[in-house]
C-alpha cells in the first residue's frame, strides 16, 4: 500500500510544485515506486517532469469526474521508478462540476484506492486554493507536507491551512496528518528568512523538518529543461537538498512505525 503524501498551501509561488516534483524524484532516485499525482489545473507539476499536457487527451480530471480508471492516464517519466498522473487544463471545471456530485470530496481517493498496491509513496501536488480539489487531496491523503515561503505573511498563511486540515480530519478523514512543514527559498543571509525559520521552529518544533529549502537557481531553471533538478544538475544545493528532505522523511517514518 502507498503511502499518500499531499503538498498542499492555498499562497501561490511558495514552493508546492517544486516540492512535489523533487521530492517525489528523490524518493525515485530511492528506488521507491513513486506516483506524482498533478492535482492542478495549470500542469506544472507534469512539465517538471518533462510531460506536456497539450499532447494528452486524458488526464485525472477523467478519472475523477468520469470514473475512468486511472491505470489508463498513468505516464511514465525520464526517470526509472518515477510515473504520474497528468492533469489537464479540464480539471479547471472540476472545482465546479464536482459540487453537485455524490461523493464529491471522495472522488480522488477512489481513483488512488485503485493504484496504490502498485506504488510505495504517491505524492499529489495541490493548486493554490483550499477548494475541492485541494479537500480531494487532503481525504485521499495519509498526511500533508506544507511547504512554506520565508516571508512575512508566512505563519498566518499557515493557521488557515491547519484549520481546513482540522475540518477534513473532523469529517472526511480522522487518519490524516501533518507530515510536516519545509521551509523553501531559504536564504541565510537575509533576517526575515531567518525570523521566519526561527518562529516556525518555536512554535511548531516537533513537525519542522530540519532541512530547509535554499534559495537555488538550478531548482527554477530545472523545469524549463521538463526535468526534476537531480536529472538537470545533481551537485546542485537544490538538488541535494530535496534527497535530504527524502531521506528525513524516510527515516522519520521509521522512527514513528
Ligand atoms: P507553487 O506550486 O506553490 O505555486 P512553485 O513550486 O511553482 O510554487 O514555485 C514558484 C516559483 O518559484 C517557480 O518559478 C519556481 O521555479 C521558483 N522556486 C521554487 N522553489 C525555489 C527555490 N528553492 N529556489 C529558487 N526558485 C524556486
Ligand atoms: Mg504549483
Given at each position: 500500500m502507498a503511502k499518500i503524501i499531499c503538498i498542499a498551501n492555498q499562497k501561490g509561488g511558495v514552493g508546492k510544485t517544486t516540492t512535489a516534483v523533487n521530492l517525489a524524484a528523490s524518493l525515485a532516485a530511492a528506488e521507491k515506486q513513486t506516483l506524482l499525482v498533478d492535482m492542478d489545473p495549470q500542469g506544472n507539476a507534469g512539465s517538471g517532469v518533462g510531460v506536456d499536457k497539450a499532447g494528452l487527451e486524458e488526464s485525472v480530471y477523467d478519472a475523477i469526474i468520469n470514473d475512468v480508471d486511472?491505470?489508463?492516464?498513468?505516464?511514465?517519466?525520464?526517470?526509472?521508478?518515477?510515473?504520474?498522473?497528468?492533469?489537464?487544463?479540464?480539471?479547471?471545471?472540476?472545482?465546479?462540476?464536482?459540487?453537485?456530485?455524490?461523493?464529491?470530496?471522495?472522488?480522488?481517493?477512489a481513483a488512488l484506492a485503485r493504484l496504490s498496491q502498485r506504488y510505495d509513496y504517491i505524492i499529489i501536488d495541490c493548486p493554490p486554493s483550499l477548494g475541492l480539489l485541494t479537500v480531494n487531496a487532503m481525504t485521499a491523503a495519509d498526511s500533508v507536507l506544507i511547504p512554506l515561503q520565508c516571508e512575512y505573511?508566512?505563519?498566518?498563511?499557515?493557521?488557515?491551512?491547519?484549520?481546513?486540515?482540522?475540518l477534513v480530519q473532523k469529517?472526511?478523514?480522522?487518519?490524516?496528518?501533518?507530515?510536516?512543514?519545509?521551509?523553501t527559498m531559504y536564504d541565510g543571509r537575509n533576517n526575515l528568512s531567518r525570523q521566519v525559520s526561527e518562529e516556525i521552529r518555536g512554535h511548531f518544533a516537533d513537525i519542522a523538518f530540519q532541512t530547509v529549502i535554499p534559495r537555488n537557481v538550478r531548482l527554477s531553471e530545472a523545469p524549463s529543461h521538463g526535468r526534476p533538478v537531480i536529472l538537470y544538475d545533481i551537485t546542485s544545493r537544490g538538488a541535494v537538498s530535496y534527497m535530504e528532505l527524502a531521506r528525513e522523511l524516510m527515516t522519520r517514518e521509521v522512527r514513528r512505525g
Open positions: 486511472p491505470s489508463g492516464l498513468i505516464v511514465g517519466t525520464d526517470l526509472a521508478h518515477l510515473d504520474l498522473l497528468p492533469s489537464t487544463t479540464d480539471l479547471a471545471g472540476a472545482e465546479l462540476e464536482l459540487v453537485s456530485m455524490p461523493e464529491r470530496e471522495r472522488r480522488l481517493k505573511y508566512a505563519m498566518e498563511g499557515l493557521s488557515q491551512i491547519i484549520k481546513t486540515i482540522k469529517g472526511l478523514n480522522p487518519g490524516l496528518a501533518i507530515e510536516g512543514i519545509v521551509l
